[in-house]
């Protein structure tokens, strides 16, 4: 699935990855004024054309400052790259462009019919043929306005065809303008020690652009030096150097694609793209992840390095220490584990060879390795399902363990201080080969065979028209993908909003079930206090009534008291009360402790009573006995 990113401000396509926002009709403000542009669709023709005012007014479209998809201008061939139209200038270094860096690369995109579920499709680049490709080559490889002319640098820059080969027999030439050691004569460096140099070979998508062909296992190259032919960095002598003014023929022969397996969901077979759409100085491309080399291909590198760095070297017995050594004690604990290596599968029948002027070099390189990726191991995507995208966070890239419909082996051309090619992708060629190149090369090597009078062959230039529609029908397929996904979507988000109503539905109804039980207890709770309070009420009542009738309580009585002496003043004679209690009555005289002054017999009937004398008259009063707390 493909997302859209709109990023007006970029400065260059190396810097890291690009999340896509999700919405494609996303406010985004940008850096700098910008004149709207039209709103209404058109084709963009190539910056070519004959037409030269219709072409520039194309290449000069302004985007608008919302970006809005529709209103975008549809375009059917990208508005870069414009070459300046400067005398006795020829090549160019097509600054405008986004060209593929390290992990990263391009490929011109439009905006997508109406009614379309992506936003962008593949769109091509002009010229529409076989040539070098505008984005994936080294920004230090100038090529003319045709492309199929090249012109390096200083040091060792290499670029890539536009169309990659993944069966069949295919056959081109390149024209040497400037290599071979010889010096170039209008180079703006006079003081090189070296004169230019070429490499010419074919390389997989894995190649890097920054280094010669050869470099490492994804390539395959033939030298001009030496006429050494060079993989993993080993070159290994081959045929006949070539210079200025040769031309040399490169033929690759390749088996047939193989068919996914329908049963096996991990086969790399399976064809599935990862891209994203961006936008880069008013163009639209999609950016998708490189594909990365394989630890396996590091570690035969590596391999290769080694042996060829360490022939000469003497090895010391495994168990003889040095004397100046010293005795260390070894740690005990578990030791590095071996990472399991995968095995390089092989492309068997694939061979290359080369012709310098019509001459066969013979067969340089056979059993080419797989162009398809290594297939990934269960740790591998039990490590990749654990990376679960946020909800509603931007898309971001992620490796691609699949065909994407651009993996194969690409003509790779490298130069090295200012030397120049003229690419020739037929049909028309200075020196054509031979109907039968098999018949011929199994000749050399030996074998009789029966020569065909057939070609067996075909020039690479028919194979662009192929490549595109090729690239179309996935487009195709990926729309009609999307919108099964989209239809989906659209069925789980309508069976969540029901869900969710549902949900809301059966909350509220709680909710009112809820607050009905409340007001219940809250009746109830009312209903049973009303007969308390009645209660309490006539309590009240029957003791208002009890004082009116008895006076009031004991205990009243007695608070009463005790909150008049509290507060009643010190006492005088005149208002004194004296209290009096016969000694011979008291429960508490020593002597009757001690047995002595017995009560007898009808004695001790005032028990209780108490003479209370006012200084008058004397009373006497009956006392009871009360306890004081149960009083208060």
């Not at 003497?314 to 399991?340: D, M």
């Not at 797989?370 to 890239?397: F, I, M, Q, V």
């Not at 030397?419 to 009789?448: M, Q, T, W, Y």
Request: charged content about 30%; some cysteine; hydrophobic content about 30%.
């Amino acid at each position: 699935m493909a997302a859209v990113t709109f990023a007006s401000s970029l400065n260059a396509p190396s810097e890291s990855s690009r999340p896509s926002t999700p919405n494609a009709t996303a406010t985004h403000h940008p850096s700098k004024k910008r004149k709207a542009a039209s709103t209404l669709p058109e084709t963009s023709p190539a910056p070519s054309d004959s037409n030269g005012a219709s072409a520039n007014a194309a290449a000069n479209v302004v985007l608008p400052a919302r970006h809005d998809l529709f209103s975008r201008p549809r375009l059917t061939i990208s508005r870069f790259p414009t070459f300046p139209d400067i005398p006795n200038i020829i090549y160019h270094s097509t600054e405008q462009l986004a060209m593929n860096r390290i992990g990263f690369r391009y490929a011109p995109a439009g905006v997508s019919p109406p009614g379309s579920v992506l936003p962008c499709r593949t769109i091509e680049s002009a010229p529409a043929c076989f040539r070098v490709s505008w984005e994936d080559r080294s920004a230090f490889v100038k090529v003319t306005s045709d492309g199929l002319g090249l012109m390096g640098e200083r040091g060792f820059r290499s670029a890539r065809c536009n169309t990659p080969l993944r069966e069949g027999a295919w056959y081109l030439e390149v024209r040497i303008e400037c290599g071979g050691g010889d010096r170039p004569p209008d180079a703006p460096d006079t003081n090189m020690r070296e004169g230019s140099h070429v490499r010419l070979g074919w390389a997989r998508r894995e190649a890097p652009l920054n280094g010669p062909v050869g470099l490492d296992g994804y390539s395959y190259g033939y030298r001009d030096k030496s006429g050494d032919k060079v993989t993993l960095s080993r070159p290994r002598p081959y045929g006949r150097s070539f210079r200025t003014g040769d031309v040399v023929g490169m033929y690759i022969c390749l088996p047939p694609t193989r068919k996914p397996d329908p049963a096996d969901p991990y086969d790399p077979a399976h064809l599935k793209r990862e891209r994203i759409a961006i936008e880069f100085k008013g163009q639209e491309y999609f950016e998708s992840l490189e594909y990365a080399q394989s630890k396996e291909m590091i570690k035969l590198m590596e391999f290769s390095n080694k042996a060829s760095a360490t022939a000469s070297l003497p090895s010391a017995p495994p168990n003889k220490k040095s004397s100046g050594a010293k005795t260390l004690p070894e740690r005990k604990g578990l030791g590095i584990e071996t990472p399991i290596l995968r095995s390089l599968p092989e492309l068997k029948g694939s061979h290359i060879a080369f012709f310098v002027n019509g001459e066969c070099q013979n067969i340089a390189f056979s059993d080419l390795y797989d162009y398809l990726p290594l297939r990934t191991t269960p740790a591998s995507r039990k490590k990749d399902s654990k990376k679960r995208a946020r909800e509603g966070a931007p898309r971001e890239h992620k490796e691609n363990p699949f065909d994407d419909g651009t993996l194969g082996y690409y003509p790779f051309i490298s130069l090295f201080n200012y030397a120049r090619v003229k690419i020739n992708p037929g049909p028309d060629f200075e020196f054509p080969p031979p109907p039968d190149i098999e018949s011929l090369l199994l000749s050399r090597s030996g074998e009789d065979v029966e020569t065909c009078t057939k070609r067996t062959w075909r020039p690479i230039c028919e194979h662009y028209s192929e490549f595109m529609q090729e690239q179309w029908d996935l487009d195709v397929r990926e729309e009609e993908e999307a919108k099964i996904e989209a239809a989906l979507n659209a069925e789980r988000e309508k069976a969540e909003a029901a869900n969710k109503a549902q949900k809301d539905r059966r909350k509220q109804q709680h909710g009112a079930k809820k607050r009905a039980k409340e007001a219940e207890l809250r009746q109830a709770t009312t209903h049973t206090a009303s007969p308390l309070r009645e209660a309490s009420t006539a309590q009240d009542e029957s003791t208002i009534a009890d004082y009116d009738r008895f006076g009031p309580p004991v205990s009243s009585l007695l608070a009463s008291t005790l909150l008049d002496q509290a507060h009643s003043p010190a006492p005088t004679a005149a208002s004194s009360v004296d209290y009096h209690i016969p000694e011979t009555e008291s429960g508490y005289n020593s002597e009757v402790l001690e047995g002595e002054g017995e009560l007898g017999e009808g004695e001790g009937e005032h028990e209780g009573d108490m003479e209370v004398e006012d200084g008058r008259e004397t009373h006497r009063t009956p006392v009871m006995d009360l306890n004081l707390n149960e009083l208060l």
